[in-house]
């Protein structure tokens, strides 16, 4: 509530009264404690003098310099507790002593000084018929009185005045006197012009009577004034006391200063709240109240993604791209980045698979060496053998290639190694169901089948079914590679670190690759999973074609379904069990038998029919 009145206007300071008193407050009913009052003294003395006909309640009062420090208004013992700012009051050399010793003659000189004289001692210096003024007879003496004008360490305009004066005195020495080795030369004949002197009136610089004068850039002084406050006495009078000071020239922050303790309304020593609504933390925005004024509002959390860092903010701001608002919404941090790492447990538990079962296609390898000039190991083509071992060792170890923080060599080497390896793998267990269905049709009279499908024949099946697959790599490489991203959008609290395909088309083909030789190489195996033997090798490769299809079959839907790093899990988790099904399907019952059962490790019991 905002009001402006003029002591010759009643209504309107009936009006601001009323207002002060909580009776009215246009549409809605004042909660405010505090009244602050920019007004000069002869204005302020008509508002309290209403003010005191229906005392209001207890409110705290805020001064301008214009009337806080008027004595006569602090019998208003309601305003107790006010506080304001002041004009600094200091002592003029002399002028007590020279308002002291004025004589009657002196004052009636002057029409200012008469008024004082006048009304200090209820007479009249001039001839009157007054009855209620008596003549002055000469015998007055100021000295005898004890009013605040004869104390003149009160006097605070009066000391701007004084200031002033010093001042100007100062800009026209300044404008007619010139120093030249230590001496002074003063022009005292020169007509001096009012701009030269504004010009040296700017460039001031003194100190009269302990008070700093001078002028900024703009013309205005270092605004300097003394915090004052109503405080009661003991015997109950409204006493004015200097509680601090307030200096513009000091550093910023250190201006305002209090060396004394603060009596606030109705006595109280903790400083009083006005608001109509408490401040907003931080975190939160003022949202305004309709049809209330802009102090009084509500405090809502800011918006998902968005903060404010400072008190009543009217606003809350969104955080950079790559950052999310803390818990109390009131600062951003960076998003935490989520990748399967080494040093969480998923990613130890997929690494620990993935080492184990490299361990176990070693240790295989290991067997089947020292038991290389066996039956068994030699039935179905060591060689392809050792080289499926290997082909699985490096399938367990790509799967490591997916752990740990993207980067642009890990994007490229983590599919395409996934693909070869894999390709080679099925390749080997391509030749090995191959050699079983010549190794039958051989064994028929007048069949030469075998001389068309030997080692070598075997070996350039590998390498070229698998050329195709490095062909399909390479172009992807070339043309469209994987590479790192920062997923923003699955998740909005963290980053996601993950490779995109790059070609889509790409990593497709080579799944499809695999998928096609997978499917060929079980059809075979079916084929071949009746023919007569105590050891027919087809058995096993259609039970791990089986495995491996159904892995991968189901990979599909969970890898495009699985979101954040869990996609990459899925990735590793389907190498991880086609690579574990080949090796226990195949390679597990021929450990078991070299290792525990080795009277089965002939080749007379190989060769027995069912």
Known sequence: YIESFYRTDPHKIRIVADAIRSKIHHRFRSTSIVVVAFTAAGDMKFLLAELNLHLPPPRQWIGSEGWVTDTQLMRYSFCAGAIGVAIQQSVIPGFRD?????????????????????????????????AEKKQCDGTEDLKTLKIPYTDTSKFRITNMVYKAVYAIAHAIHNAV????????????????????????????????????????????????????????????????????????????????????????????????????????????????????????????????????????????????????PNAGKDACFLKPLEFISFDELLGIILAAFSVTGACLSIITAVVFFHHRTTPIVRANNSELSFLLLFSLTLCFLCALTFIGAPSEWSCMLRHTTFGITFVLCISCVLGKTIVVLMAFKATLPGNNRMKWFGPPQQRMTVVSVTFIQVLICTVWLVLNPPFPVKNLTTYKEKIILECMLGSAVGFWAVLSYIGLLAVFCFLLAVLARNLPDNFNEAKLITFSMLIFCAVWITFIPAYISSPGKFTVAVEIFAILASSFGLILCIFAPKCFIILFQPQKNTKKHLMNKY
């Open 98 to 130: 020279f308002l002291l010793d004025l004589s009657p003659s002196e004052v009636g000189a002057s029409s200012v000084l008469t008024e004082f004289w006048e009304d200090a001692f209820n007479c009249s210096l001039t001839k009157t018929t007054s």
């Open 177 to 324: 006197c010139q120093e030249t080795n230590f001496t002074t030369f003063c022009k005292k004949q020169t007509r001096l012009d009012l701009n030269q002197v504004f010009t040296e009136l700017k460039k001031v610089n003194f100190t009269q009577n302990d008070y700093h004068v001078s002028f900024d850039a703009n013309g205005d002084p270092v605004a300097t004034y003394e915090i004052v406050n109503w405080q009661k006495s003991e015997s109950g009078i409204i006493e004015l006391v200097t509680v601090g000071y307030y200096d513009a020239s000091l550093p910023k922050g250190q201006e305002f200063r209090i060396n004394r303790n603060l009596t606030w309304v109705d006595g109280e020593t903790q400083v009083p709240v006005s608001v109509c609504s408490e401040s907003c933390p931080p975190g939160t925005r003022k949202v305004l109240q309709k049809g209330k004024p802009i102090c009084c509002y509500d405090c809502t959390h800011c918006p998902e993604g968005e903060i404010s860092n400072m008190t009543d903010s009217p606003d809350c701001f969104p955080c950079p791209r790559e950052s999310w």
